[in-house]
């Protein structure tokens, strides 16, 4: 197994611990959480750099890099939702475009074509793994400020998303044509 798999698989490992950081009630839970978060967000840019740097590019890491930053990302929103610290209907629109394009790119795997992830798409995650962090941050230090970048940061994850999810379909469009 490569390292850049190796790393992928730690990421994976890491949400279950994120989750229990947020949901077990000790001293600075959420922030001990933030932490975990913030390593298994970072490994994401790292696994891709180390795969690429090394040509070690595999079908596991196309499918479950992808699907761990899903996973991450997820978790987190959903846990931010149960907190009552973000809308629900955020993350509704961001789990709709999620599963849209994962659909999407199984019709397209189904023709033998693979969709590689777009610059609005690494834009997306960027943004939603800020606004993740804000959030589980109390929005320190822009809270002394009364400025509340978290929650703009989360509304532009959402429109960003929104921009993403069309740009994948317009690029993607000629998949649902019948063929004759």
């Not at 990421?11 to 975990?36: E, K, S, T």
């Not at 199984?106 to 995650?125: H, N, P, Q, Y």
Request: proline residues 3%; charged residues 15%.
């Amino acid at each position: 197994m490569t390292l850049a798999n190796k790393i992928t698989i730690f990421r994976i490992i890491l949400i279950p611990i994120f989750l229990a950081c947020m949901l077990i009630d000790f001293q600075y839970n959420q922030y001990v959480g933030a932490i975990v978060f913030i390593i298994a967000a970072s490994t994401d840019a790292l696994d891709g750099y180390i795969a690429r740097k090394r040509n070690e590019i595999t079908n596991f890491g196309k499918f479950f890099d992808p699907l761990a930053d899903k996973l991450l990302t997820m978790a987190a929103l959903i846990i931010l939702v149960e907190m009552g610290k973000i809308p629900a209907l955020a993350v509704i629109i961001i789990l709709t475009r999620e599963f849209m394009i994962t659909g999407l790119r199984t019709l397209a795997a189904s023709e033998g074509v693979i969709i590689a992830a777009s610059w609005w798409g690494k834009f997306k995650t960027v943004t939603q793994m800020i606004a993740i962090i804000l959030i589980l941050i109390d929005n320190f230090p822009f809270s002394k400020i009364n400025l509340p970048l978290d929650l703009i940061m989360l509304y532009i994850s959402v429109i960003i998303t929104i921009i993403s999810g069309i740009d994948y379909m317009i690029k993607g469009r000629h998949l649902f044509y019948e063929k004759e």
